[in-house]
Structures are given as C-alpha cells and as structure tokens.
Nanobody, 123 residues
Framework: VQLQASGGGLVQAGGSLRLSCAAS????????MGWFRQAPGKERECVAA????????FYSESVKGRFTISKDNAKATVNLQMNSLKPEDTAVYYC?????????????????WGQGTLVTVSS
C-alpha cells in the first residue's frame, strides 16, 4: 500500500485547507484510515479516523467541530477538510492506513503511512 498526501500549505488563522490522500491499493475498503499530525517537539497524534466497518468518524477534542474526514472507497482517497484553522494546528500531517481495528486511534493500528504534508497556520 502506498499513500500520497497533498494539500498542505500556509494559511492565516481562521482559514481553511483540504488535505487529500490517495492510496494505491485494490482493497481500499478493507482499511481504517487516519489522519495524524506531529508538531515540533510533540508526539504524533491522531486527529481524525474513519473505520473500514463504518460508524461515526473519530475526532480529537482539539479539532472536533472544525475538521471533517471523508473516505471514498471507489476513488481510494481519504480527505481532511480543515476549517477555522488555528496556529496550534501547525504540524506535519500524515495519512495512514491499517486494519487493526482495536487500535484504529493509535499509531500501532496503522501499517502504512504517507510522506506527510506541512500545514502552517499564521496568527
């Protein structure tokens, strides 16, 4: 599985960005998909995830109400719409794919990672 993330950039606080992740895999629907981020000096954290079995997506408290994750199994893509961005959202964002269902909110639940895309939010 190869993942290619795109869409990062520089935006002012209050602005929006849309991250996209394209997967090269035939059975994309079999994977949980997550968006993680890592700010300088901090641990990589899951900000949004969507399960392969369906159900409500997960959002971390810090992004709930501002970010929306969506998965298109037909196109093998997962997107992260980020609105009302804040300077504290500045980080490298990674998309990830995995199928360890009990751990879909954790790094250990994902075997495949995109290369990361930098999001910088200026105040």
């Amino acid at each position: 599985v190869q993942l290619q993330a795109s869409g990062g950039g520089l935006v002012q606080a209050g602005g929006s960005l849309r991250l996209s992740c394209a997967a090269s895999v035939r059975t994309f629907s079999n994977y949980n998909m997550g968006w993680f981020r890592q700010a300088p000096g901090k641990e990589r954290e899951c900000v949004a995830a969507i399960r392969r079995l369906g159900g409500n997506p997960f959002y971390s408290e810090s992004v709930k109400g501002r970010f929306t994750i969506s998965k298109d199994n037909a196109k093998a893509t997962v997107n992260l719409q980020m609105n009302s961005l804040k300077p504290e959202d500045t980080a490298v964002y990674y998309c990830a794919a995995g199928n360890l269902d009990p751990y879909y909110l954790l790094r250990r639940g994902y075997d495949y990672w995109g290369q990361g895309t930098l999001v910088t939010v200026s105040s």
